[in-house]
């Protein structure tokens, strides 16, 4: 039986004529009612039990096989306003407790996406610590391959006007051409060395800022991330 069939049965158990009547028509309903809607039910119940006590002064001398109660658990009889009016409230306090045990159990399952998203929240700002110290390093790797290519290239420079210089003498010895050749030969190499140098550097500048650049992107995008 569902919600509204049942409501329909209590409209009919309203409508008895007297109240023994009315009490076999509740046995009925009771013993057909589903357990999930029991406490909503039983209000009712108790509802127009008082409304049959207003009427007619007094409950139904078999209203006690309608307590599960005394049924089951051999419990004093609801003989009067007052025992249905205390039966009420401890149904009303009862369903108090079951939404709230429904609200803790509701909370309960927020907690494990809430738990995942802080989970989730910390990993982020500890990897976004990580790379923003990573791009520290790679902007501190940048300066310092800059400063050694502008030291190297300035050497190069150098050698290579001292290369210049002796290709441009003339006029001198047999012995000292001979030597002054094997210095330039040597200052040749030298200067073949320092533009290796140079291109190593410049490519290891390069690599540098690529990564230094990747690195700044990875922490913007965390950053971003943090922030929504």
């Not at 429904?102 to 790379?131: F, G, I, S």
Request: charged share 25%; glycine share 2%; with cysteine.
């Amino acid at each position: 039986m569902n919600s509204i069939e049942v409501k329909q049965e209590l409209d009919f158990v309203s409508g008895g004529h007297n109240s023994v009547e009315t009490t076999k028509n509740l046995r009925h309903v009771l013993r057909s009612i589903n357990t999930m809607h029991l406490l909503s039910y039983c209000k009712l119940l108790l509802k127009m039990m008082l409304n049959l006590s207003s009427m007619t002064g007094s409950l139904p001398q078999d209203w006690w096989y309608l307590n599960p109660s005394t049924t089951y658990n051999n419990a004093h009889e609801m003989t009067t306003r007052s025992d249905v009016i205390f039966k009420d409230d401890m149904i009303t306090r009862f369903e108090g407790m079951m939404k709230l045990g429904e609200a803790n159990a509701c909370l309960k399952q927020m907690k494990v996406p809430l738990n995942a998203v802080e989970h989730a929240k910390r990993n982020a700002e500890t990897e976004a610590a990580l790379a923003k110290e990573s791009s520290e390093i790679s902007k501190s790797e940048v300066k310092w391959i800059e400063l050694m290519l502008s030291l190297v290239i300035e050497e190069r420079d150098q050698l290579r006007n001292v290369v210049n210089e002796l290709k441009k003498q003339k006029n001198v010895e047999a012995g000292d051409e001979t030597t002054n050749k094997t210095f330039l030969q040597e200052f040749e190499l030298s200067l073949t060395k320092k533009e290796n140098c140079i291109k190593a550097l410049e490519n290891n500048l390069c690599e540098q800022k690529e990564v230094n650049n990747h690195l700044l992107n990875k922490t913007k995008l965390l950053n971003e991330k943090l922030a929504t």
